[in-house]
């Protein structure tokens, strides 16, 4: 069972009304990432988090941005969401970033469909 | 720029069959290895990580061959349940997480039929 929360599961909205995704867990995971995924294109990284207060680009960060006030939660902003944020996003974590975060894997939320009118 | 590449598929394979996939890698300074499985419209869920003497969880095998820069993926007396779709990931070292290092393959979707 996935050790973060999602909400919404399901959202369609219309081009340019902001919204944001949260993305919470209680295990005291420091890192955390969004991905989004797309037919024919895979899964992609948003953004991830190292720890409270840094946060990164992932590989599409445009259009989105991210906020880790505090450790529990990543959410994930869409200031004017445009219809090629339609997707499936994911937000993710790794249980123990000892030994290296390039050794662990990445558990994925249960995910969050969005479709942008 | 790094690439993991997967035969998309579909396999189609009769109940009870072996079947295996591989994925192959570009980056051979590639470290970390893992399979992972995604059902339709569900998240991806670790399968099993790739030790490079190659690794058994039950019905599952999972080889490294760092020469030809690949890892493969075998099911033994394949389930319905096993039909999904299997991504593998491969990871850099020192990467901190980042995409730069982190790089999923589009996955190998796979159909049991009774």
């Known amino acids: 069972e996935a050790q973060v929360t999602q909400n919404p599961r399901y959202l369609i909205t219309v081009t340019g009304k902001k919204l944001t995704v949260t993305c919470s867990q209680n295990?005291?995971?420091?890192?955390m990432s969004w991905y989004r995924q797309d037919p024919g294109l895979g899964l992609r990284q948003i953004y991830y988090?190292?720890?409270?207060?840094?946060?990164d680009k992932g590989d599409v960060p445009e259009g989105y941005k991210v906020s880790r006030k505090e450790k529990r939660n990543f959410p994930l902003i869409l200031e004017s969401p445009s219809p090629n944020q339609t997707s499936l996003y994911f937000c993710?974590?790794?249980?123990?970033?000892?030994?290296?975060?390039?050794?662990?894997?990445?558990?994925f939320g249960d995910g969050t469909r969005l479709s942008i009118l | 720029r790094k690439e993991v590449e997967q035969d998309p598929g579909p396999f189609n394979v009769p109940e009870g069959a072996t079947v295996a996939f591989n994925c192959t890698y570009s980056?051979?300074?590639?470290?970390?290895f893992f399979w992972y499985r995604q059902d339709c419209r569900k998240e991806p869920k670790l399968l099993m990580s790739?030790?490079?003497s190659g690794n058994e969880d039950g019905r599952f095998t999972a080889q490294l061959n760092r020469a030809s820069q690949y890892i493969s993926l075998l099911i033994r007396d394949s389930k319905l349940s096993d039909s999904a779709t299997y991504l593998c990931?491969?990871?850099?070292?020192?990467?901190?997480?980042?995409?730069?290092?982190?790089?999923f393959g589009k996955g190998t979707h796979l159909i049991i039929q009774p």
């Open positions: 988090s190292m720890n409270v207060e840094v946060t």
């Open positions: 990931v491969v990871n850099l070292p020192g990467s901190g997480g980042g995409a730069d290092g982190l790089t």
């Open positions: 993710a974590y790794i249980r123990d970033a000892t030994g290296g975060l390039s050794n662990q894997p990445q558990h």
């Open positions: 790739v030790y490079s």
């Open positions: 295990m005291n995971h420091e890192y």
């Open positions: 980056n051979s300074a590639s470290q970390s």
